[in-house]
């Protein structure tokens, strides 16, 4: 059974405070940004609604919608995030961490791939160290 465009919504999908359909549009975002962007998760997104459950083979209209709403979240979030970070004049994670803090599922799950991205920087230049010694003996 393939999903529809108008079948229900997905979870967090409206993001919180705002989150309205046209939020993007609201943000000085204009159509023709957003339809440059399309695309660019929808072998990803097609994976994840699988996984939660959705069609082997979903709509391109589902898929397009969900990517719709993920850009507009992405985009409201960042937009969010710079006026936080306008008094530094420097976006970072903590700016993030900042608009996800009342949100525990999504505050935990920025801390994970944060953490999970320091052990990859680890491993990364341990591996580094390694090879150098290696061509250093050779």
Known sequence: MASSAAGGGAP????????????????????STLKRKRGIF????????????DDPDPLP???LLVEDILLEYITEMVHKAQDVASKRGKLTTEDIMFLVRKDS???ARVKE???????????????EVDEEKLANEE
Do not use: I, P
Not at 43 to 51: A, P, V
């Open 12 to 31: 967090g999908g409206g993001g919180g405070k705002g989150g309205k359909a046209g939020a993007g549009k609201e943000s000085g975002q204009s159509d």
């Open 42 to 53: 929808s072998k990803d997104l097609r994976l994840m609604m699988y996984g939660f459950g």
């Open 61 to 63: 209209e589902t898929v």
């Open 105 to 107: 599922r999504k505050f």
């Open 113 to 127: 791939l944060l953490a999970m991205n320091e052990e990859l920087k680890r491993a990364r230049k341990a591996f």
